[in-house]
């Protein structure tokens, strides 16, 4: 019985139609998700010439009988739906019935198919649209298409594509991720010369991220995991009085996200490391970007982008899936509830974690344009070349000291920064192999190292040991070597502090009356922005009267800030408002005065701590919320883990 029917003209004009074919990844897209629609869950993927020569899916799912295999080519002709209201509530991937007229029209395309249902299988070929053959053949169950000559009769369209190495690379990222959101199926990506993934189904998203990218790219990922009930429906209930007597209410169902997001140590220059699934199908979604911006903030510095892999899961009538031709956009119909729940269960996954900056990891990391999570490390893989591995290179060859400036906020200091450290210098080959307890000729391995996950309470059991040039807290615990940027710990303590007085209204953080009023000229930008925050300025112990229009003279300033410092940070603050692109909330002023204050009250670098402040300074930033970076994003504490020094020990 054939199971694809033509859609009525009525449900084919409400469908968001338009070219689903641009390039070789967008017909691989649609056939890997016909694929997928049909429950296989072996999917195999071949191409030649960038996609250009050759495309070809094969799969072993349900299948098509004859009848069906023809009507698959008209156009609006699908399994999927049935009538208008079936768009409300799509399960599958595709629904438009459009995406194989669209290749055939514009390729030579064989299509191969048997379903369970009839003995022997269906040989289809068209060229350009037209049916050359159709036979019966002895077939295994399953569907294999074959796309040859992308645009063969379309030679506008062929000129546009780009080179065969770029329009391969769109194709393995794609494939590349739907195989990471369905670790259950196998998939495999063949190029003409060789396997450029193969994956076995696996139990995990997380062993399928290992399978694909290895361990050093999972090491960098926190896992995030949650779920929600949802307390209402999205779609609009009809008036009573089009409900008919088998009118039952829509039950709520849950929200669930599911995925990862990178420690604050990986930084990229540009979203491409973002990738969102929504039910099973990968979008770009601007709300749920924001979302992950959000949850990011003050963990990232600003315009520095996070690595994700981010699956969310609601009941399908929560998605309309019909706002966009390729269907790389989705509209949810609860917005904000979605952004806040993937804000938060992003944030809180970043909370937990508290992950502990490497040391070595801190100095070679850049933020980079180059997208993550993508296959050019694959690409990379398969032809056998190492991946970039960050060594651990204390070891390498002592070279001239060069003198980088550090820039610190306040002043600037210069560091001598020991080339073997700063990842400019040759990486040395390790002399030795690394076997365990090799090097261990006079003393004994020590154990193994505790594997715990850092948090507050390994915070909690350091023990300042002095400083480095009055600027860094040394410290050690049973997790090996620590160094603490005084400044920015500190930073962090003020700015959580005074987010949590706020947050609780307790009455106005003490001002301090200076002695002399100090007056500032301001620009009319910052005039306009003073007007808009002068009431939250207030409430964090400002006391500031604007008169003659530009002129500001603060009288009284939050206590532990010198009266030189707020000359420079008030206008320094309004300054960064006008920047903001976007519109200025509540909570966005709190964070950044919280930000500005603290930066400014902060203890600075090149100043001598007694034990006793070390100790203090240590504890509290135990206790803050997140005590591995600062409010504009850098670390505050670097470790060497024991493993790391037992490594550059040569015992390990
Ligand atoms: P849509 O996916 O929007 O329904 P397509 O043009 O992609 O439209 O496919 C048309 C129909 O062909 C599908 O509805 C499905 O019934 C059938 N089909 C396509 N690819 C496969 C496949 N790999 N296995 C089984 N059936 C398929
Ligand atoms: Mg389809």
């Known amino acids: 019985m054939g199971r694809i029917h033509l859609l009525s003209e009525h449900v084919a004009n409400k469908i968001a139609a338009g070219e689903v074919v641009e390039r070789p990844a967008s017909a691989v897209k649609e056939l890997v998700e016909n694929s997928l629609d049909a429950g296989s869950t072996r999917l195999k993927i071949q191409v030649e010439g960038g996609g250009k020569k050759l495309i070809q899916v094969s799969d072993n799912g349900c299948g098509m009988v004859r009848d069906d295999a023809l009507l698959a080519f008209e156009r609006h002709a699908t399994s999927k739906i049935r009538d208008a209201e079936d768009l409300l509530d799509i399960h599958t991937l595709g629904f438009r019935g459009e995406a194989l007229p669209s290749i055939a029209s514009v390729s030579r395309l064989v299509l191969e198919t048997r379903s369970p249902e009839e003995q022997g299988g269906t040989l289809l070929e068209i060229a350009g649209g037209k049916i050359l053959r159709v036979e019966e053949a002895g077939l295994p169950q399953g569907t294999s298409v074959a796309v040859r000559d992308l645009f063969f009769n379309a030679p506008a369209r062929r000129k546009f594509l780009k080179a065969e190495t770029?329009?391969?690379?769109?194709?393995?990222?794609?494939?590349?991720?739907?195989?990471?959101?369905?670790?259950?199926?196998?998939?495999?990506?063949?190029?003409?010369?060789?396997?450029?993934?193969?994956?076995?189904?696996?139990?995990?998203?997380?062993?399928?991220?290992?399978?694909?990218?290895?361990?050093?790219?999972?090491?960098?990922?926190?896992?995030?995991?949650?779920?929600?009930?949802?307390?209402?429906?999205?779609?609009?209930?009809?008036?009573?009085?089009?409900?008919?007597?088998?009118?039952?209410?829509?039950?709520?169902?849950?929200?669930?996200?599911?995925?990862?997001?990178?420690?604050?140590?990986?930084?990229?220059?540009?979203?491409?490391?973002?990738?969102?699934?929504?039910?099973?199908?990968?979008?770009?979604?601007?709300?749920?970007?924001?979302?992950?911006?959000?949850?990011?903030?003050?963990?990232?510095?600003?315009?520095?982008?996070?690595?994700?892999?981010?699956?969310?899961?609601?009941?399908?009538?929560?998605?309309?899936?019909?706002?966009?031709?390729?269907?790389?956009?989705?509209?949810?119909?609860?917005?904000?509830?979605?952004?806040?729940?993937?804000?938060?269960?992003?944030?809180?996954?970043?909370?937990?974690?508290?992950?502990?900056?490497?040391?070595?990891?801190?100095?070679?990391?850049?933020?980079?344009?180059?997208?993550?999570?993508?296959?050019?490390?694959?690409?990379?893989?398969?032809?056998?070349?190492?991946?970039?591995?960050?060594?651990?290179?204390?070891?390498?060859?002592?070279?001239?000291?060069?003198?980088?400036?550090?820039?610190?906020?306040?002043?600037?200091?210069?560091?001598?920064?020991?080339?073997?450290?700063?990842?400019?210098?040759?990486?040395?080959?390790?002399?030795?192999?690394?076997?365990?307890?090799?090097?261990?000729?006079?003393?004994?391995?020590?154990?193994?190292?505790?594997?715990?996950?850092?948090?507050?309470?390994?915070?909690?059991?350091?023990?300042?040991?002095?400083?480095?040039?009055?600027?860094?807290?040394?410290?050690?615990?049973?997790?090996?070597?620590?160094?603490?940027?005084?400044?920015?710990?500190?930073?962090?303590?003020?700015?959580?502090?005074?987010?949590?007085?706020?947050?609780?209204?307790?009455?106005?953080?003490?001002?301090?009356?200076?002695?002399?009023p100090l007056i500032l000229e301001l620009t009319a930008a910052q005039q306009a922005v003073f007007a808009e925050i002068f009431e939250e300025l207030g409430r964090n112990g400002f006391e500031a009267e604007l008169f003659g229009g530009r002129t500001l003279a603060v009288k009284t300033a939050p206590a532990g800030i010198e009266s030189a410092q707020v000359g420079h940070m008030l206008p320094e603050l309004l300054d960064r408002f006008q920047q903001e692109e976007q519109t200025l909330n509540l909570e966005t002023i709190r964070t950044r005065i919280a930000a500005t204050i603290a930066c400014h009250a902060a203890i600075k670098v090149n100043m001598a701590l007694e034990q006793n402040k070390m100790e203090w300074l240590v504890r509290e930033l135990a206790k803050t919320d997140c005590p591995m970076s600062c409010p504009h994003g850098r670390p505050v504490v670097l470790r060497y883990s024991v493993n790391e020094i037992q490594r550059a020990f040569k015992r390990i």
């Open 166 to 516: 770029t329009e391969l690379s769109h194709i393995a990222s794609l494939v590349t991720h739907y195989a990471l959101a369905h670790p259950d199926k196998h998939f495999e990506l063949h190029s003409a010369t060789h396997a450029m993934l193969v994956a076995a189904p696996v139990g995990s998203y997380s062993e399928r991220v290992y399978q694909v990218f290895g361990p050093e790219t999972l090491e960098r990922l926190i896992p995030v995991a949650a779920n929600m009930k949802l307390e209402r429906v999205g779609i609009p209930e009809p008036p009573p009085w089009r409900r008919d007597e088998n009118y039952a209410p829509r039950v709520p169902g849950d929200i669930r996200v599911h995925g990862f997001v990178s420690k604050p140590e990986v930084q990229k220059l540009n979203r491409n490391s973002i990738f969102i699934f929504v039910n099973g199908r990968l979008v770009r979604d601007r709300l749920i970007q924001h979302a992950l911006t959000e949850a990011y903030r003050n963990i990232l510095p600003p315009a520095v982008f996070p690595v994700v892999l981010l699956f969310i899961e609601l009941p399908s009538e929560e998605v309309d899936a019909n706002v966009h031709p390729s269907k790389v956009e989705v509209r949810f119909r609860q917005q904000t509830l979605v952004h806040d729940f993937v804000r938060d269960s992003a944030r809180a996954a970043l909370m937990k974690a508290r992950p502990v900056p490497q040391f070595t990891r801190e100095i070679t990391a850049q933020p980079t344009a180059a997208p993550a999570l993508t296959p050019s490390a694959l690409l990379e893989r398969s032809l056998g070349q190492p991946g970039v591995r960050d060594e651990f290179i204390l070891e390498a060859p002592v070279l001239p000291a060069v003198n980088k400036r550090l820039q610190f906020t306040g002043e600037p200091i210069a560091v001598e920064v020991n080339p073997a450290v700063s990842g400019f210098g040759p990486v040395a080959a390790p002399a030795l192999a690394r076997v365990p307890g090799h090097a261990d000729g006079c003393g004994n391995v020590l154990a193994d190292e505790p594997q715990a996950v850092p948090n507050g309470l390994v915070l909690a059991s350091l023990k300042p040991l002095g400083q480095v040039r009055d600027s860094f807290i040394v410290a050690v615990n049973p997790d090996g070597l620590w160094i603490i940027d005084q400044h920015v710990a500190h930073e962090r303590i003020l700015f959580e502090k005074i987010l949590k007085e706020r947050a609780q209204n307790q009455g106005l953080p003490q001002g301090q009356r200076l002695l002399m």
